[in-house]
């Protein structure tokens, strides 16, 4: 790594963060942890402004609400000092204590308590419905992927083919729908129109009365409640892999050493599979974890069509509940989560792609 | 080859990228085919071992390849048999081997790829042979092996994808353009070693270059192509000391001399013909400084001159001789001394 | 004394121009089946969402002994949950949702003009920040902090939502402005412009935005879809007070009025999501239709 300049006297006093970040800025990966960082703090930073500053704050409207539910028992600085209890901020502060006190429970993950359960902290109650959204999104995700991927291979050796103009008009047919719309008709034709799906008893995560647990019954059980779901993510989400790989893979064949490859005699099949396709993929890897970002959004409506109480169906509840604490906890985690999954594509990329990342470059 | 026309098919029409090309290569030969860019060298190139790209169609001819004894077409090759011909018969290198290795994959993953292809079974086995090969071409193989192609220098690049080529011992080793994308130190070590390795293992080669000192180098045989035809073939000495189609003379003149006065420089006028619709009468008519209204009335046909194998399309071959022998300038070989 | 620098148009020129243009725009277009189904949709549906209502009478009151009935000659749509004809409401449906729709990417649009171009011709600390925040909008979960954004500030007017919208969408076309504008600043006829003192606006505006046309026209499509995804996405879920009759808002009620469940309500819910898919399937088409033109080697893939 290159060193850090000695510095002769600056005439600015000023922190110069290029200075101080130099050396490290060079390194990809430590870059994205930086990046990283900086996003999840933006995030918070403009969450807290949100939540505290605005004219009709959601606080102000709580101690309102607190006040008047008490029939004026409550003073003014007790119903503040509730609510900052609920909110995990601290309202006699100054704004900038406020501020850095906000973010030091954060990094407890002490994101305040419901205003509703009172009590139950809101990080209690998104963890308790974190994995079923993880479970349905995560499958929906790799399924779409995976078959996604393959069919946009075949697509592209078989280009202009009736097989590649199916696949990819259809691709992009479903992909410009929005996926709500889909699983609205989803549940038009196949539930109630005719009656191929039992809709009520495919409501919720898992059947009422069933204990989560690792043992085959519920697991079952748990595939049948997220099946559903996990459908409308996969066929929203197939266009798009379809017509990236299929891009991908058409430059990909169009390289050199994919005509050095046949030159010298290499199977179709080996060079499908490890020269086109592996080249093809990997920019498509780090899509995947970003996508991760787009479903966690769309997952809420989806939720809320099927009743599947997931993360997203939490926060509707929460914002026609004026929960506050729980709308301002979901947001920083999803966001937090879709970091972390951004910071995971980087990282593998790198370690992916054998240029990157190496102290690489010719020798002799 | 025999007679080779091969077209690309675009939305304006055929390009006929190589019209009628006929030679004969035998066995330790060395053959170079010149030319400028879009001449249709490389295009010829690839269809010998049918790798043209999409959207070209070899209209008529034959490649017959002789082992044994047995003679086959390689136009007629089913898909197996093909691939078979590839490498272990013909093995092509190709131009800027910048990107010719899968850049995610290990040179010794493509070493072995390519000896799986082939039925060499055993990593040992493969590993030795490797080892053996890029010793040949003075490599390291606990160097090259593990790296991945952006680690290596586009000399060495250029030494291994020679080393890959002779891995099944072919009789025949195109190489398109070897040293056009390297420096001149490294030009020179790959001539050499071009030349060892030859030696020591005695196959044929197609070079296909616009560099004529390569020629010079390595040539025993050489062909002029100008606009997807042969426009002169002979033994390298004939064509660099007594050439006959305006077109070669045109070429040697244009290389500067290394040594002694610069002497006279000569560009050749004007740009190559549209391959699509082309002038009726010789191609080159119109940038010819000996053309007359003869030559723009039909496509002249490769006629022998001075010795049978020697073979020139123009019908003012003699003009030629008779221009060269009383030029002024020195020699143009000598050009290259 | 001032040189001029363009030979002055005639006003025949001036008039003519824009018309042989699009002329041979359509011509262009008329060649590829996909984009010019797409532009024919695009235009019948902005037809129907704008011009049509100017004609059809607005059927408002509700009639309860028509409630759900299924298609026929009076109602050719059928009826909703209040007796009211499903057709009118769908040709009136598409004002509200196209108009914030072709807002937003407007607003998104001139954002990422902007700030794209100031961030590449200014540079610096400027062009440091401005790229830091697009990255973060661009992580940010879009949908989420919609919710969360209309759940707190309640957005009542259009353009207030229009605006919120706006400002979700506009990371990636700032992303390529500023690099196209950054790749041009160096060149030749920028030079030229600069040293004839033309100013910087007239630079970006005239020399080098129209070379852009084509991503910032498409960017202005694909922005419309998003904005038609999240907009009737925060509808359904009832997050955006209620007031007219739209094609999202049809939706809402069906969801909540159950009218999902009936099968005598199909058409009720089939006709604004069919409306609205059609809307999506044809702005996407027209969009690529516009890709392959501007992208010559495309053309005849």
């Given at each position: 790594?290159?060193?850090?300049?000695?510095?002769?006297?600056?005439?600015?006093?000023?922190?110069?963060?290029?200075?101080f970040f130099g050396p490290y800025w060079r390194h990809p990966i430590a870059r994205?942890?930086?990046?990283?960082?900086?996003?999840?703090?933006?995030?918070?930073?403009?969450?807290?402004?949100?939540?505290?500053?605005?004219?009709?704050?959601?606080?102000?409207?709580?101690?309102?609400?607190?006040?008047?539910?008490?029939?004026?028992?409550?003073?003014?600085?007790?119903?503040?000092?509730?609510?900052?209890?609920?909110?995990?901020?601290?309202?006699?502060?100054?704004?900038?204590?406020?501020?850095?006190?906000?973010?030091?429970?954060?990094?407890?993950?002490?994101?305040?308590?419901?205003?509703?359960?009172?009590?139950?902290?809101?990080?209690?109650?998104?963890?308790?419905?974190?994995?079923?959204?993880?479970?349905?999104?995560?499958?929906?995700?790799?399924?779409?992927?995976?078959?996604?991927?393959?069919?946009?291979?075949?697509?592209?050796?078989?280009?202009?083919?009736?097989?590649?103009?199916?696949?990819?008009?259809?691709?992009?047919?479903?992909?410009?729908?929005?996926?709500?719309?889909?699983?609205?008709?989803?549940?038009?034709?196949?539930?109630?129109?005719?009656?191929?799906?039992?809709?009520?008893?495919?409501?919720?995560?898992?059947?009422?009365?069933?204990?989560?647990?690792?043992?085959?019954?519920?697991?079952?059980?748990?595939?049948?409640?997220?099946?559903?779901?996990?459908?409308?993510?996969?066929?929203?989400?197939?266009?798009?892999?379809?017509?990236?790989?299929?891009?991908?893979?058409?430059?990909?064949?169009?390289?050199?050493?994919?005509?050095?490859?046949?030159?010298?005699?290499?199977?179709?099949?080996?060079?499908?599979?490890?020269?086109?396709?592996?080249?093809?993929?990997?920019?498509?890897?780090?899509?995947?974890?970003?996508?991760?970002?787009?479903?966690?959004?769309?997952?809420?409506?989806?939720?809320?069509?099927?009743?599947?109480?997931?993360?997203?169906?939490?926060?509707?509840?929460?914002?026609?509940?004026?929960?506050?604490?729980?709308?301002?906890?979901?947001?920083?985690?999803?966001?937090?989560?879709?970091?972390?999954?951004?910071?995971?594509?980087?990282?593998?990329?790198?370690?992916?792609?054998?240029?990157?990342?190496?102290?690489?470059?010719?020798?002799? | 080859?025999?007679?080779?026309?091969?077209?690309?098919?675009?939305?304006?029409?055929?390009?006929?990228?190589?019209?009628?090309?006929?030679?004969?290569?035998?066995?330790?030969?060395?053959?170079?085919?010149?030319?400028?860019?879009?001449?249709?060298?490389?295009?010829?190139?690839?269809?010998?071992?049918?790798?043209?790209?999409?959207?070209?169609?070899?209209?008529?001819?034959?490649?017959?390849?002789?082992?044994?004894?047995?003679?086959?077409?390689?136009?007629?090759?089913?898909?197996?048999?093909?691939?078979?011909?590839?490498?272990?018969?013909?093995?092509?290198?190709?131009?800027?081997?910048?990107?010719?290795?899968?850049?995610?994959?290990?040179?010794?993953?493509?070493?072995?790829?390519?000896?799986?292809?082939?039925?060499?079974?055993?990593?040992?086995?493969?590993?030795?042979?490797?080892?053996?090969?890029?010793?040949?071409?003075?490599?390291?193989?606990?160097?090259?092996?593990?790296?991945?192609?952006?680690?290596?220098?586009?000399?060495?690049?250029?030494?291994?994808?020679?080393?890959?080529?002779?891995?099944?011992?072919?009789?025949?080793?195109i190489l398109d353009e070897p040293t056009t994308a390297l420096d001149i130190l490294?030009?020179?070590?790959?001539?050499?070693?071009?030349?060892?390795?030859?030696?020591?293992?005695?196959?044929?080669?197609?070079?296909?270059?616009?560099?004529?000192?390569?020629?010079?180098?390595?040539?025993?045989?050489?062909?002029?192509?100008?606009?997807?035809?042969?426009?002169?073939?002979?033994?390298?000495?004939?064509?660099?000391?007594?050439?006959?189609?305006?077109?070669?003379?045109?070429?040697?003149?244009?290389?500067?001399?290394?040594?002694?006065?610069?002497?006279?420089?000569?560009?050749?006028?004007?740009?190559?013909?549209?391959?699509?619709?082309?002038?009726?009468?010789?191609?080159?008519?119109?940038?010819?400084?000996?053309?007359?209204?003869?030559?723009?009335?039909?496509?002249?046909?490769?006629?022998?001159?001075?010795?049978?194998?020697?073979?020139?399309?123009?019908?003012?071959?003699?003009?030629?001789?008779?221009?060269?022998?009383?030029?002024?300038?020195?020699?143009?070989?000598?050009?290259?001394? | 004394?001032?040189?001029?620098?363009?030979?002055?148009?005639?006003?025949?020129?001036?008039?003519?121009?824009?018309?042989?243009?699009?002329?041979?725009?359509?011509?262009?277009?008329?060649?590829?089946?996909?984009?010019?189904?797409?532009?024919?949709?695009?235009?019948?549906?902005?037809?129907?969402?704008?011009?049509?209502?100017?004609?059809?009478?607005?059927?408002?009151?509700?009639?309860?002994?028509?409630?759900?009935?299924?298609?026929?000659?009076?109602?050719?749509?059928?009826?909703?949950?209040?007796?009211?004809?499903?057709?009118?409401?769908?040709?009136?449906?598409?004002?509200?949702?196209?108009?914030?729709?072709?807002?937003?990417?407007?607003?998104?649009?001139?954002?990422?003009?902007?700030?794209?171009?100031?961030?590449?011709?200014?540079?610096?600390?400027?062009?440091?920040?401005?790229?830091?925040?697009?990255?973060?909008?661009?992580?940010?979960?879009?949908?989420?902090?919609?919710?969360?954004?209309?759940?707190?500030?309640?957005?009542?007017?259009?353009?207030?939502?229009?605006?919120?919208?706006?400002?979700?969408?506009?990371?990636?076309?700032?992303?390529?402005?500023?690099?196209?504008?950054?790749?041009?600043?160096?060149?030749?006829?920028?030079?030229?412009?600069?040293?004839?003192?033309?100013?910087?606006?007239?630079?970006?505006?005239?020399?080098?935005?129209?070379?852009?046309?084509?991503?910032?026209?498409?960017?202005?499509?694909?922005?419309?879809?998003?904005?038609?995804?999240?907009?009737?996405?925060?509808?359904?879920?009832?997050?955006?007070?209620?007031?007219?009759?739209?094609?999202?808002?049809?939706?809402?009620?069906?969801?909540?009025?159950?009218?999902?469940?009936?099968?005598?309500?199909?058409?009720?819910?089939?006709?604004?999501?069919?409306?609205?898919?059609?809307?999506?399937?044809?702005?996407?088409?027209?969009?690529?239709?516009?890709?392959?033109?501007?992208?010559?080697?495309?053309?005849?893939?």
């Open positions: 790594m290159t060193a850090v300049p000695v510095a002769t006297k600056q005439l600015s006093a000023r922190w110069n963060p290029r200075r994205a942890f930086l990046k990283a960082a900086l996003t999840i703090w933006v995030t918070t930073t403009i969450t807290f402004f949100l939540i505290r500053l605005m004219p009709g704050s959601p606080v102000e409207l709580k101690i309102d609400e607190l006040i008047q539910s008490s029939n004026g028992a409550l003073t003014y600085e007790d119903a503040r000092a509730i609510a900052s209890g609920l909110f995990a901020i601290d309202l006699n502060a100054p704004l900038h204590e406020q501020y850095l006190s906000f973010m030091w429970s954060l990094v407890r993950l002490d994101v305040g308590k419901s205003f509703l359960s009172s009590g139950t902290s809101v990080t209690s109650i998104i963890l308790a419905v974190l994995p079923w959204t993880l479970f349905s999104v995560g499958t929906g995700l790799l399924l779409s992927f995976i078959v996604g991927i393959g069919l946009g291979l075949l697509a592209a050796y078989r280009r202009n083919s009736l097989f590649d103009r199916v696949v990819s008009t259809g691709g992009s047919f479903i992909s410009s729908v929005p996926n709500y719309l889909i699983a609205i008709m989803l549940i038009l034709f196949l539930g109630v129109q005719t009656n191929i799906i039992n809709f009520t008893s495919m409501r919720g995560a898992y059947s009422p009365g069933m204990q989560p647990s690792f043992y085959l019954d519920f697991i079952g059980d748990l595939f049948y409640h997220a099946a559903l779901p996990i459908s409308i993510y996969f066929l929203t989400q197939i266009g798009h892999w379809i017509l990236s790989m299929r891009s991908a893979t058409l430059s990909a064949l169009e390289e050199d050493y994919v005509t050095a490859a046949r030159a010298r005699g290499l199977s179709d099949g080996r060079i499908r599979t490890a020269y086109v396709g592996r080249n093809a993929v990997l920019p498509l890897v780090t899509q995947l974890a970003i996508s991760v970002g787009f479903i966690v959004g769309g997952a809420a409506i989806i939720e809320q069509i099927f009743a599947y109480q997931g993360v997203g169906l939490k926060l509707l509840d929460a914002v026609r509940q004026r929960d506050y604490p729980v709308i301002q906890g979901i947001v920083l985690l999803t966001t937090i989560a879709v970091v972390i999954a951004n910071l995971a594509a980087d990282l593998l990329y790198s370690k992916l792609d054998p240029r990157i990342g190496r102290a690489g470059g010719a020798a002799g | 080859m025999r007679g080779l026309s091969i077209d690309y098919l675009t939305r304006r029409g055929a390009v006929h990228a190589v019209r009628d090309v006929s030679f004969d290569l035998e066995k330790s030969e060395t053959l170079a085919i010149i030319g400028e860019s879009g001449s249709g060298k490389t295009t010829l190139a690839v269809g010998l071992i049918r790798l043209s790209p999409r959207g070209t169609k070899v209209t008529k001819g034959e490649i017959l390849y002789t082992k044994d004894g047995v003679t086959s077409d390689v136009r007629k090759l089913d898909d197996d048999d093909l691939r078979e011909y590839r490498w272990a018969e013909c093995a092509m290198v190709f131009q800027a081997a910048l990107n010719s290795f899968n850049p995610v994959i290990t040179i010794w993953e493509q070493f072995l790829d390519t000896a799986r292809a082939h039925g060499m079974a055993g990593k040992r086995r493969v590993r030795d042979r490797a080892g053996e090969l890029l010793d040949l071409v003075h490599l390291d193989a606990r160097r090259v092996l593990p790296a991945f192609q952006h680690e290596l220098s586009g000399g060495m690049k250029q030494r291994v994808l020679i080393a890959l080529a002779l891995m099944l011992e072919p009789q025949l080793v490294t030009q020179r070590s790959i001539i050499d070693l071009l030349r060892q390795l030859r030696q020591r293992l005695g196959f044929s080669m197609i070079f296909i270059s616009h560099d004529l000192s390569l020629a010079a180098e390595l040539a025993d045989r050489m062909i002029t192509m100008y606009a997807g035809r042969v426009v002169e073939h002979a033994k390298v000495e004939d064509m660099f000391y007594r050439p006959r189609h305006p077109y070669s003379l045109g070429l040697l003149r244009a290389v500067p001399r290394v040594s002694g006065a610069l002497g006279n420089i000569t560009s050749i006028p004007g740009s190559p013909p549209d391959l699509i619709r082309l002038p009726v009468g010789c191609s080159y008519a119109p940038r010819c400084p000996f053309a007359i209204d003869a030559c723009r009335e039909a496509d002249p046909p490769l006629l022998a001159v001075d010795t049978p194998q020697h073979e020139a399309a123009c019908i003012r071959w003699r003009h030629v001789a008779e221009v060269l022998r009383s030029d002024a300038d020195v020699p143009v070989a000598e050009k290259l001394a | 004394m001032t040189i001029a620098i363009y030979a002055r148009p005639t006003l025949g020129q001036r008039v003519a121009g824009p018309f042989v243009a699009s002329v041979e725009f359509l011509r262009l277009l008329s060649k590829r089946p996909v984009g010019f189904a797409g532009f024919i949709g695009c235009v019948f549906f902005l037809f129907l969402a704008f011009v049509a209502p100017l004609f059809v009478p607005l059927k408002n009151d509700p009639s309860l002994a028509e409630i759900y009935q299924t298609p026929s000659l009076a109602h050719p749509l059928g009826t909703d949950f209040q007796g009211k004809d499903v057709l009118n409401q769908i040709v009136y449906g598409g004002r509200d949702i196209l108009t914030i729709a072709i807002l937003a990417a407007f607003f998104s649009t001139t954002i990422a003009i902007t700030f794209g171009s100031i961030a590449a011709t200014v540079g610096g600390r400027v062009d440091a920040a401005i790229v830091a925040i697009t990255d973060v909008i661009l992580t940010v979960p879009q949908l989420v902090l919609l919710i969360a954004v209309a759940a707190i500030l309640r957005p009542t007017s259009f353009l207030f939502l229009a605006v919120i919208l706006a400002l979700l969408q506009w990371s990636s076309l700032l992303r390529q402005i500023r690099s196209q504008v950054l790749s041009l600043k160096e060149r030749d006829y920028v030079e030229a412009a600069r040293s004839l003192d033309l100013g910087l606006p007239h630079i970006i505006f005239r020399e080098m935005l129209p070379s852009m046309r084509s991503y910032i026209a498409i960017h202005f499509i694909l922005a419309m879809t998003q904005a038609m995804y999240a907009q009737v996405g925060i509808i359904i879920l009832g997050l955006v007070p209620i007031s007219g009759t739209n094609w999202g808002i049809m939706l809402y009620f069906a969801q909540g009025q159950g009218a999902l469940f009936f099968r005598d309500s199909l058409w009720y819910i089939l006709s604004p999501i069919l409306a609205i898919v059609l809307v999506q399937l044809s702005l996407v088409s027209f969009a690529s239709g516009l890709e392959e033109i501007f992208n010559p080697r495309l053309r005849g893939a």
